[in-house]
């Protein structure tokens, strides 16, 4: 009794109205707090901005360069921001995160209707503590607004039940439907599920009209979709880098073979670790397989409007259109959350002699090493900080120089080159290998100044031994910039006298 007492006692103050206000405020802290940082654009960001700021809004439609790939909407609502607060990092990176502050008060929306009242401070909590979600609060990718839209969608579901069949509503379905496919890829996966599951209840209830208004708006969000894969997207080259790159996401259908079966477990597992950030991944799908069971006992109307949006995305991959792995799936955070919380939700009132065990092990398992992870990453949210290296060769660069950069800094450096004025890029190279490179660096080289930048270094790395060999041996080093995972090197490089 003093255990389910003391328990209470926790609850109660985690789900008071002050308690959760308190959790609200710091969600939307630590999103705001990385976008303030103002980290430097890194490699993809730095690509698909290239393609924002310099392309117009008709050849956003088009394939974009540098194998990036983006929904139209968001390219066209970046592009916006650009246009009206500046080509800079913090209007690009604006709509993530005005997306990242609207997901926290849509999560609270979206459990305060899904779980039960005892776990909803504690299921807000674990939502506002991920660490992916606030890093790409802060980053010019499309994560953020896949991830609020979808969620959106199925708030938008859960209050479609108190609404009627009028023409005006169906409207209203139909354009949100189009407007959420121009903005997000994943959303469609989310309007199938609305679709299909609220057809299937209109059958179920034997309800004849709303099965046809269901039915209608899903033909038309079907027709749309199809049109915009046909303009746009379905234009994914075979064997192109994107295909290569995520070669391992895609789920073998049909599965032919033990390995093909081992590729079900291998990314259950890791979807907790990335991109929803669980340490200890394996506790985490424990609780969300309970909190499936139990839902499914509790109200399957729910139950295949979370789980669908999963089902459909493995449909897809299975196709080899959508990898389902990593940040491509952080659409799904919020679904994962609300079956976690119901798992442990279910496993703690099935045991109330051991409920304050139970919270124990939720906290030590999976709240703390995301607190800590999250806390650690607002202390420091540095990355490939390319653009102080190029801030500082802009104020010592001479009219001759030369720069050369690896590979990994090519796009930031094309990016930033015209904001510092910084000359045309003359070679770039794979730090790894530079030594194949040694022609080429003492053509563009001889007789003078060479800046060489690096970037994509960790900290354990040694600088120094990624300069290129021929600099070493060749050039006399002049000066030296290091900032986070990056850094610059000057050499003026002796000229070699003609063999007689």
Not at 206 to 231: D, G, H, P, Q
Request: proline share 4%; hydrophobic share 50%.
């Amino acid at each position: 009794m003093i255990e389910e007492t003391s328990t209470w006692k926790y609850s109660k103050f985690l789900n008071s109205k002050r308690t959760v206000l308190i959790i609200l405020l710091i969600g939307l802290l630590f999103r705001v707090v990385p976008y303030l940082s103002n980290r430097s654009l890194w490699r993809d960001e730095a690509a698909v901005s290239i393609n924002i700021v310099h392309k117009s809004y008709a050849e956003l439609i088009q394939p974009l360069d540098m194998d990036q790939k983006a929904p139209v909407g968001f390219l066209w609502i970046e592009k916006f921001f650009t246009q009206v607060f500046g080509n800079n990092e913090f209007a690009l990176r604006l709509f993530p995160l005005l997306a990242g502050l609207l997901s926290v008060f849509l999560f609270y929306f979206l459990a305060h209707r899904m779980l039960h009242k005892e776990v909803l401070g504690l299921g807000l909590f674990l939502f506002i503590i991920s660490t992916t979600s606030i890093y790409f609060a802060s980053e010019v990718k499309q994560y953020s607004s896949d991830s609020t839209i979808c969620m959106a969608l199925i708030l938008l579901a859960v209050q479609q039940k108190n609404k009627g069949s009028s023409f005006k509503n169906g409207v209203l379905l139909i354009l949100i439907g189009y407007v959420s496919m121009l903005i997000s890829h994943p959303a469609v996966f989310v309007l199938a599920s609305i679709g299909t599951s609220m057809i299937i209840s209109s059958l179920i209830n034997k309800n004849r009209r709303m099965f046809l208004f269901y039915a209608v708006i899903s033909s038309f969000w079907l027709l749309f979709f199809i049109t915009m894969y046909m303009i746009i997207y379905g234009r994914v080259e075979e064997g192109g880098f994107f295909m290569t790159y995520w070669k391992n996401a895609f789920m073998p259908f049909p599965p032919t073979s033990i390995q093909d079966l081992k590729w079900f477990f291998v990314s259950y597992q890791q979807i907790f670790k990335n991109p929803m950030g669980y340490t200890i991944g394996g506790v985490a799908g424990f609780l969300f397989l309970s909190g499936g069971f139990n839902l499914w006992r509790t109200n399957r109307e729910h139950f295949f409007l979370l789980i669908l949006p999963a089902v459909f995305a493995l449909l897809a991959s299975g196709l080899q259109k959508y990898p389902f792995a990593a940040r491509l799936t952080l659409f799904l955070q919020p679904v994962v959350t609300i079956f976690i919380i119901m798992g442990f939700h279910f496993l703690a009132s099935a045991n109330t002699k051991n409920r304050t065990m139970i919270y124990f092990l939720l906290s030590v398992f999976i709240i703390l090493p995301m607190t800590l992870k999250t806390i650690k990453y607002e202390v420091n949210t540095e990355r490939n900080e390319v653009r102080d290296v190029l801030m500082q060769v802009e104020e010592q660069i001479e009219p001759d120089d030369v720069i050369i950069v690896d590979i990994w800094s090519s796009r930031t450096f094309a990016y930033y080159r015209q904001r510092f004025h910084l000359p045309e890029l003359s070679l770039s190279f794979y730090k790894e290998t530079s030594t194949v490179y040694d022609e080429e660096f003492e053509k563009i080289s001889s007789g003078k100044r060479v800046w060489v930048i690096i970037s994509g270094l960790e900290k354990s790395m040694s600088e120094a031994s990624f300069i290129p060999k021929y600099y070493k041996e060749n050039g006399i080093l002049e000066y030296e910039i290091h900032s986070a995972y990056a850094a610059g090197y000057l050499f003026s490089v002796r000229q070699k006298m003609p063999t007689p």
